[in-house]
Nanobody, 124 residues
């Protein structure tokens, strides 16, 4: 089992950047593929980015390709989401998620563990 805690959210102007962090507890963090999801008010929780257990494979939602970068440091049990060129449409609660499979997934229901979320607000 793994517990996840996100940090790094906040208020930023359009065009700015933020870096989200997700700290994981537990052993064998490399066995978990990780994902970032986001949920805006009144909308479904949507996939943002995913990374394989070893970090060699990444995948992004269409709306963030070229702007966001997911990475991980298994020695620190951490996953990051670098967000550049932020837009007001990126405003949401961002969640870190883990699944006990080394290969990544963009499907919300395939993730077993979730953090509490961190708010990102982008002003125009």
């Amino acid at each position: 089992q793994v517990q996840l805690v996100e940090s790094g959210g906040g208020l930023v102007q359009a065009g700015g950047s933020l870096r989200l962090s997700c700290a994981g507890s537990g052993r064998s963090f490399y066995r978990y593929s990780m994902g970032w999801f986001r949920q805006a008010p009144g909308k479904e929780r949507a996939f943002v980015a995913g990374i394989s257990g070893g970090g060699g494979l990444t995948y992004y939602g269409d709306s963030v390709k070229g702007r966001f970068t997911i990475s991980r440091d298994n020695a620190k049990n951490a996953v990051y989401l670098q967000m550049n060129s932020l837009e007001p449409e990126d405003t949401a609660v961002y969640y870190c998620a883990a699944r006990p499979r080394s290969y990544l997934s963009d499907t919300r229901d395939e993730y077993d563990y979730w953090g509490q979320g961190t708010q990102v607000t982008v002003s125009s």
